[in-house]
């Protein structure tokens, strides 16, 4: 079946309940006296409830309706925010410069909106020792809390110990920031390019002195 809605000849019952072009409630009328208003106002009855009884129907300009659906699809498609778990892997006994290096990773993913899953990976005898994972885990918890928190506490998962960070901000907020800092950057840059070296010669030119 369509789904696009009947208009128009296309509606086939004896009355409809009839919704003017503002919204403006018209009442139960004949098809023939909605389809003739529909000619005077030069816009089309369109069937926007099949089932009540009888159908409601508004008169309205359906290309021009379509036209603005199909824009508003697009740009809910376009800010559509699709969660994403990124994963960082750490060992219990991670170096300094190392785990800086990790940390830095997790900050850009939180900062994007996106979850982290941080997965501790033990071997051999480090799983002996899992309060060394709990205690890191919680230090990389802390180290970036003002971005995230913890939406998933540690816990053991065979030789791993798994923690999930969530962002603080929304992956939609996150979009729009990078979008503005995307168009500050790109405005700083045009305004360098206006204000060239050669435009600052041609005035130093111009106010060369005049002979005595």
Known sequence: MSAEPRINDRIRV???????????QVGIVPLAKALELAQEYDL?????????????????????????????????RKNQAHTVIKEM?????????D??????????FLK????VKITIMFRGREQSRPELGFRLLQRLA????DLGFIESNPKQDGRNMIMVLGPHKKKTEAMAEAREAQAARKAGRQGSTDASPEDGAAEASDETPSEA
């Open 44 to 76: 089309d009855l369109v069937e926007v409830a099949a089932t009540a009884r009888p159908p409601v129907c508004k008169l309205m300009d359906y290309g021009k309706f379509k036209y603005e659906s199909a824009m508003k699809a697009r740009e809910a």
């Open 89 to 97: 892997k750490l060992r219990p006994k991670i170096d300094p410069h």
């Open 142 to 145: 802390s180290d970036v809390e």
């Open 14 to 24: 004896p009355e409809v309940r009839l919704v003017g072009p503002s919204g403006e």
């Open 112 to 115: 994007q909106g996106d979850k």
């Open 99 to 108: 785990y800086d290096t990790k940390k830095g990773h997790v900050v850009r």
